[in-house]
């Protein structure tokens, strides 16, 4: 299905016709846990906020809203996939020849971000409980040799 690919509130206006989603550069044909993750606790877990509600109610209205079924392996899956992904693209954006602007500064920042938050993430509780330990291997496998292949 059509997925967004960032579909937090940083990405959405509100409009007289209801919200709509803006920043449209991510987007890929996915499974719809890829949305749906931000949508759960994992991403207040991520944040260090408390959720708006928990994992059963927000795939249960997805599942009444659209027909369709996702699960929490594959929400854990793409919550697992987001911090090196983002890794990736700002380690990308910095080793290419670059001045000071805007976009340099947010990366750094963001990057720098993204590595304090893995310093501090095994005090948390892990956002991958229930992912059977050969789906964690090889998603860790396939997201690192991504990055490092594109970052090269």
């Not at 109610?57 to 697992?80: D, E, F, H, V, W």
């Not at 340099?104 to 990057?111: E, S």
């Amino acid at each position: 299905m059509l997925t967004h690919g960032e579909p937090h509130p940083g990405n959405i206006i509100r409009s007289p016709a209801g919200p709509r989603l803006i920043d449209w550069d991510t987007v890929q044909i996915a499974p719809p846990e890829r949305d749906l993750w931000m949508l759960t606790t994992a991403l207040a877990d991520l944040l260090g906020e408390e959720p708006a509600c928990d994992d059963d109610q927000a795939l249960a209205r997805y599942t009444r809203l659209t027909g369709r079924t996702a699960t929490p392996t594959g929400i854990a899956l793409y919550r697992l996939w987001w911090t090196p992904a983002d890794i990736a693209v700002f380690v990308d954006e910095l080793r290419r020849p670059h001045g000071t602007g805007q976009d340099v500064t947010a990366a750094l920042t963001y990057l720098t971000g993204c590595l304090e938050s893995g310093r501090n993430h095994h005090q948390r509780q892990r956002p991958t409980a229930g992912v059977p330990a050969d789906v964690l291997d090889r998603i860790s496998t396939q997201t690192w040799t991504a990055a490092w292949t594109k970052a090269e």
